[in-house]
């Protein structure tokens, strides 16, 4: 059996995350396509379920969550998932990232 590399597993194992409602939009659905991954389409009910780090009051009235990436980003990644850190946002403020990741059985 051929061996596999560390970058062979992550990818296997990386996806994309984001409220169910963004899931379908043109711009989302190009990086997925560009980076090959699958989109895990998060309910709102479940990012609100999730304590993150940022708390921003204005998108928790919005999506009832303090930061909707960071929020996607742990749900998808599982039980036991931690942040690899803080979301990022972008220069224009339209768009944010945030990584996890957890240690499989």
């Not at 090959?36 to 009235?61: F, K, M, Y």
């Given at each position: 059996?051929?061996?596999?590399g ?39 009910d ?34 036991g ?25």
């Amino acid at each position: 059996p051929r061996s596999r590399g560390l970058g062979d597993v992550y990818k296997r194992q990386a996806l994309l995350a984001t409220a169910e409602d963004k899931a379908a939009a043109p711009a989302f659905q190009a990086l997925s396509a560009r980076l090959g991954l699958p989109i895990h389409a998060v309910t709102l009910d479940a990012l609100a379920q999730v304590e993150t780090p940022t708390r921003s009051a204005t998108v928790r009235a919005l999506r009832g969550s303090g930061s909707v990436a960071e929020a996607a980003a742990l749900v998808a990644a599982g039980p036991g998932a931690s942040l690899l850190g803080p979301r990022a946002v972008s220069a224009d403020r339209m768009a944010t990232c945030a990584l996890a990741t957890r240690i499989l059985p």
